[in-house]
Each structure stands twice: as structure tokens, then as C-alpha cells.
């Protein structure tokens, strides 16, 4: 499943940058450390280790993404596949689900409307398929 998630974020990735085709392998890897898909990368890897009963080990990686990347990802949250990010400093998503496709840019907040420090899922918004989040977006609470 983390690799189909993997392959489909590439994808889009590749999609956005103007790549749709095949590439090589050095292009691959490329884009793999790009600083728009390694914070994917990341996320998809602490959300694994967190569905697999390794939280221990999930929030380092978790906190890697924050330190190197300032984006800040719940391990809980549950993502789609195809998830872009065009510019990612100052984001903090604690939503509920990202749906399939998202497109999510810089400074944006995604969470509780209350202080929600142990991070329960059913305090966040829930983001649709296909959906674009503008830089400062702060979608909080549940709808």
C-alpha cells in the first residue's frame, strides 16, 4: 500500500512539474528528494510505521519532516494518493482524511478548533478529492 501511495504521489508530481511520460531512473530519483516530494515521502513513511503499531518510531520521522521541511504532519492523518504540496514551509495539517488529489500550498492550517494536543482525528476537517487549499487556508474543526 506505501508504495502504490508512493507511485501515485510521484505521479502527480511528475504531472505538476510538466513530466508526464516515463522517465529515467536519475529522474526518478530526483524527484523522489525534491523538496516538494520528500516531506511526502516522510509523511507516507511515519503513517505507515503508525499503521503498523511503530509510533514510536513514526514521530521521529514525523519530527525530521518538521525540522528539516517546517511542515508539520499528524501521523494519524489519513491521506490519499496523489497528494501535492507546490510550496510546504509553515504548514501544519491535523486533519481528520486528505482525500485523493489534493493540492495543498504554504501556510496553511488544517485542525481542531480547540487546543487538541493528543491529536484526535474527529476534531479536524475532513478534505474532499481533488481539492486545491490556497496559501493560508485555515480550515479548522468538523463541518
Known sequence: MLIDLLS??????????GRQGKGSKIGFLAGVFSPRFAP????????????HKLDALGRPV????????????AIR????????????????????????????????ALGAKEIDIAYNPNQGPTV???VMIGSGA???GRS
Not at 8 to 17: G, H, I, M, S, V
Not at 40 to 51: E, G, K, M, T, V
Not at 62 to 73: D, H, L, M
Open 62 to 73: 514525523s519530527f525530521v519532516n518538521f525540522a528539516i521541511f517546517g511542515i508539520e504532519i
Open 40 to 51: 511526502i515521502l516522510l509523511c507516507r513513511i511515519a503513517n505507515s510505521l503508525y499503521r
Open 77 to 108: 492523518c489519513e491521506i490519499g494518493p496523489g497528494l501535492y504540496f507546490p510550496h510546504i514551509v509553515g504548514t501544519v495539517i491535523g486533519a481528520n482524511r486528505i482525500g485523493r488529489h489534493a493540492v495543498i500550498y504554504n501556510g496553511v
Open 8 to 17: 501515485e504521489d510521484l505521479k502527480r508530481q511528475r504531472y505538476f512539474n
Open 128 to 130: 474532499g478529492a481533488n
Open 138 to 140: 485555515e480550515p479548522l
